[in-house]
């Protein structure tokens, strides 16, 4: 007896398909749901009304005592590991894709206070290429809780970021933290010393092979507008009139690359921004600190354009800062809007175009 394959051409074609499917759907919906399910399950979504049919019930107790085995985690769907297919939107690759501000108490080394504990903001996040779905993002988490008990310096970020390229399987990853640095100050003459609490992120980029070290600080200043105390000058002085030059609280971040294998502290950062301008705001004050705050102020009245300049001359001398951004904003009390100014050096920072938000981000509540 010879025996032959059933040719390709004898498959059912698309009408005998639709036929049989119909055929399906007669039978099913006679059918009880205990018969539908003895068959197959999946009939059920074939008939109107029944794609979401809850046949066999389903247990509504949680499971305390259930085990996940190995078999059983391979078994789970992945679908942002899923194929090229599930990609929604243009296939393009994706410079940035992670998680952000997920918190935890990180310890760090410091210039002048030991190891400080401090709450940080985390984001991390990986490139993606063109051809892929997605990425886990609890990976980001677990690669980084690895080195979560360790002092923080920018070496450990390193080590975190190696751990974010290898379980990601990626070639560019971004680490920032975010903090909020309490250092102590003294006030101008009583003694007095309080906390100021400095905002600031480390941030490690690998791209293209290439890993860089960056800073930021917002330093927060008074700014006495130069123009205003002339004007409040020249009416003591010509009428014998009371007059006082208006003065703001005013915002510079300052953006930098690090360069060489010299550390940069986060005090060493806001010593320059200091000696840049030294009208920070004070913590403890008395009258006699009051009074020269005031003295402090008059002698350096300063314009928004000054201070870029003068944050940018003390960033130049340093040698181990390359490309820098300064972005101030002087939140005047003689208008309703805000005074503000940009400089870059080198070509990290340069834009043509400026976020929307950008300014508005420097606003400081206190």
Known sequence: MNIHTRELSDMPDRDEAKA???????????????EVADLDPAIARLLPGRSLSNYP?????????????????????DLQNGPSSLIRGARQQLQHVGISNFRLPIQFHTRDNGD??????????VSLEAGKKGINMSRIMRSFYRHAEKTFSFEVMEAALDDYITDLDTIDARLQMRFSYPAKVTSLRSGLQGYQYYDIAMELVEQDGVRRKFM???YIYSSTCPCSLELSEHARQ?????????????????????EGPQILWFEDLIDMARAAVPTETQVMVKREDEQAFAELNAANPIFVEDAARLFCEQLLKDPRIGDFRVVASHQES????????VLTEGETFASDSIDPRMFSSLFHVG
């Open 334 to 341: 003689l208008h309703s809007h805000d005074a503000v100014s």
């Open 216 to 218: 930021h600080l917002d």
């Open 20 to 34: 049989a499917l119909e055929r399906l759907r007669s039978w099913a919906a006679q059918a009880t749901p205990e």
């Open 238 to 258: 010509t009428r014998g009139q009371l007059a006082t030059p208006h003065s703001q609280r005013s915002v510079a971040r300052l953006s930098i690359e690090i």
């Open 57 to 77: 019930d389903l247990s509504r107790d949680y499971p305390d005592e259930f085990k996940v085995s190995d078999a059983y985690k391979a078994s789970l769907p």
């Open 116 to 125: 400080l504990t401090l709450e940080t903001s985390v984001t991390g996040t």
